[in-house]
């Protein structure tokens, strides 16, 4: 499975960016499709998830209110709304995807992953 995040750039705070996320591969094997961040100095940090067949979605409290997650199966992308930003919001984002998963927020779970996005807010 390969993914491609897109999207990132420069906002101000209080603007919105969508970050996409494009797969390509054996997609049916994996189960999540997961946004993670990882700030300058700081570790990579669990946004939301959300599962390929189900629907469903989770998120950090950092995010949650503000961002939302979906995908598109018949695209094989999955997307990452983001609205309300914030200067903390400041990090590089990834995509990545597991293939099963006892914790979903914790990145080491994931089996692929995108290459990263830079999303930066200014104040």
């Known amino acids: 499975v390969q993914l491609q995040a897109s999207g990132g750039g420069l906002v101000q705070a209080g603007g919105s960016l969508r970050l996409s996320c494009a797969a390509s591969?054996?997609?049916?094997?994996?189960?999540?499709m997961g946004w993670f961040r990882q700030a300058p100095g700081k570790e990579r940090e669990f946004v939301a998830v959300?599962?390929?067949?189900?629907?469903?979605?989770y998120y950090a409290d950092s995010v949650k209110g503000r961002f939302t997650i979906s995908r598109d199966n018949a695209r094989n992308t999955g997307y990452l709304q983001m609205n309300s930003l914030k200067p903390e919001d400041t990090a590089v984002y990834y995509c990545?995807?597991?293939?099963?998963?006892?914790?979903?927020?914790?990145?080491?779970?994931?089996?692929?992953w995108g290459q990263g996005t830079q999303v930066t807010v200014s104040s």
């Open positions: 990545a995807a597991a293939r099963y998963s006892s914790n979903v927020e914790d990145h080491q779970e994931y089996h692929y």
């Open positions: 591969g054996r997609t049916f094997r994996t189960s999540y």
């Open positions: 959300i599962t390929w067949s189900g629907g469903s979605s």
